[in-house]
């Protein structure tokens, strides 16, 4: 368990609302390609392979017999989880950290655009016997969490507005974004409700994307073409299955994820010792519930207050997706724990061009499988 893990090889699309005339096969042949150009190696080179996909998503069963080609993995080993990309992360670091393989690919996509029916596949997922018959829309589930959350913690709507104000005017820094907008608060306010008090901008438009990374052991990274970045630690965790059963006013699967990763990483103080955080943010009042479940205030509270004074801004003392999150990238269903990663890999190496950040050092990334699952992980990454 002693070997360092290091990410050397980055590729990705643009999130695009649509990619009517690119197939999920062209997207990741692309990120791919920039993948193994940033780490200087060739499809050879790899041990082994991991594709994070949702067969219902893809309309395929054994999706991972699809993906191998666009990869450069045929006849190589293979597999594939029903989980978000930072699983595949955890995945990746554990098949390195255990001898199994020196260097490991992790691959996650998006053509949300073909679903064509998302709330179907939502409804799949709640308990057949007792929610499912009640007919409801499973983004009811965010409206209800979201108002037992306002009350518990003290947290306003109007907060929770600041922080698709924030996501979307910072995506506009960002080329990657599919959903670029300068907006101010009062915008937020003025959209109608979806699922009270849940509004229209408070949720995650769905996008088509891809993201493809590279991970190797100490000994090739330091051999790879670009800036290794370091994994200090992962974790991952699932609260319980069932609606009646979870604690709803806290995230607590990425409280637990956290924590394992800061354990690894030797967080004591996440707000001192973490530069910058990319956190799932699907609804708008998630990324405030995440922050608290990363421990980065003591009273949950100082959370809506930080967003709305600007603190968890680009130029604020805590930065909060300076890449705009899947408000303003979109949501990438599988891949966007991996956007969310990229984003951190960007700017640590200082990549990040507008949006970048000064001289950052660590950075986390957390991402969450959205409603109706309890989901969720945590990867910190660091440069020497």
Not at 55 to 71: K, N
Not at 264 to 281: C, G, N, T, Y
Request: charged residues 20%; hydrophobic residues 40%.
């Amino acid at each position: 368990m002693a070997e360092r893990v290091a990410i050397v090889g980055i590729g990705f699309t643009p999130a695009q609302p649509s990619t009517p005339f690119r197939s999920f096969k062209e997207l990741m042949f692309e990120a791919a390609q920039k993948a193994y150009l940033d780490a200087g190696m060739e499809p050879g080179d790899i041990d082994s392979f991991v594709t994070c996909a949702e067969d219902f998503h893809e309309g395929l069963s054994i999706f991972d017999e699809y993906t191998p080609d666009q990869l450069g993995a045929a006849q190589r080993p293979m597999h594939t989880l029903t989980q978000d990309g930072l699983h595949g992360i955890a995945d990746a670091v554990m098949q390195i950290r255990s001898g199994l393989a020196q260097t490991v690919v992790v691959e996650a996509h998006s053509k949300a655009s073909n679903v064509q029916t998302p709330q179907w596949l939502l409804d799949y997922a709640l308990d057949p016997v007792y929610n499912r018959p009640l007919g409801f829309n499973p983004h009811a589930l965010a409206g209800l969490e979201m108002n037992l959350f306002l009350h518990e913690t003290g947290i306003t709507p109007q907060q929770c507005a600041h922080v698709v104000a924030k996501n979307r005017t910072q995506a506009l820094r960002n080329p990657l974004a599919a959903y670029p907008l300068r907006l101010v608060a009062e915008d937020v306010g003025a959209s109608p409700y979806l699922f009270y008090p849940l509004r229209e901008t408070e949720m995650a438009r769905r996008a088509d994307g891809c993201t493809v990374l590279v991970l190797a052991n100490e000994r090739r990274a330091r051999g790879a073409r670009s800036m290794p970045v370091w994994v200090k630690g992962v974790g991952f965790a699932n609260d319980s299955s069932t609606l009646e059963s979870r604690a709803w006013a806290g995230a607590e699967y990425a409280r637990l994820a956290a924590q394992m990763a800061y354990d690894q990483a030797a967080i004591a103080d996440p707000r001192r010792d973490i530069d910058l955080f990319e956190v799932d943010d699907t609804y708008a009042y998630k990324e405030l519930q995440h922050l608290i479940a990363l421990k980065l205030y003591s009273h949950p509270g100082d959370a809506g207050r930080a967003v709305a004074a600007g603190e968890t801004g680009i130029g604020g003392e805590t930065p909060v997706n300076v890449s705009g999150g899947s408000l303003g990238m979109g949501c990438t269903l599988e891949a966007s724990g991996l956007y969310r990663l990229v984003e951190v890999v960007l700017q640590l190496r200082g990549q990040a061009g507008a949006r970048q950040l000064e001289k950052p050092r660590v950075g986390l990334a957390q991402s969450w499988r959205g409603v109706p699952t309890t989901s969720g992980a945590v990867v910190i990454l660091g440069v020497e």
